[in-house]
């Protein structure tokens, strides 16, 4: 059994660092070094999941199911029907999809319709949304199902506050030299 004894220096977080990476240790003491850098090299991510499906999960659904998991403003544009354009705009996307080489991000499709609510079969590709402007590369990932793709783009420059300018104030007004 590993004991400590505090001493005024030592703080309680380091000791418990200190003890994490010797029950670690331990752990590891029947392994050889290859397993173990194995094991380290392998990392583990957080499975993404919307309103409790997982992604394979969100790719199986029809349309009608994905309608009742999103918001209500989202439901309602499903329930009136996807349009031409936004049916053309997935159909560039699936191309794109397919026809990138495996492990590597798609081409870029560009598009104006900023209304485009982002649907999971979109996750993994790469949208140009226009702003007005330019056309501002976006990668879908899972966090913007439901979300529209203008939400992406901003439309505007953010304002830099600088010193003020003529006519900000009484007193940067123009007082002449005697």
Request: with cysteine; hydrophobic share 35%; net charge positive.
């Amino acid at each position: 059994k590993v004991r400590f004894f505090l001493s005024p220096c030592t703080r309680p977080s380091t000791l418990k660092s200190t003890r994490l990476i010797e029950l670690r240790d331990r752990k590891m003491e029947g392994m050889d070094a290859d397993k173990y850098a194995e094991l380290k090299k392998k990392r583990t991510f957080k499975k993404f999941t919307y309103r409790g499906i997982e992604l394979e999960g969100l790719l199986d659904l029809g349309s009608e199911e994905l309608a009742q998991l999103v918001s209500c403003r989202a439901r309602r544009r499903f329930s009136r029907g996807l349009k031409r354009k936004p049916m053309a705009f997935i159909k560039k996307l699936r191309k794109a999809k397919k026809e990138a080489p495996f492990g590597e991000k798609p081409a870029v499709v560009k598009t104006h319709l900023r209304n485009m609510i982002v649907m999971p079969e979109m996750i993994g590709s790469m949208v140009g949304v226009y702003n007005g402007k330019i056309f501002n590369a976006v990668e879908i990932k899972g966090e913007m199902v439901g979300h529209y793709l203008g939400e992406f783009s901003i439309t505007y420059r953010p304002v830099k506050h600088g010193r003020p300018g003529i006519g900000a104030t009484h007193s940067s007004r123009f007082i002449p030299l005697k």
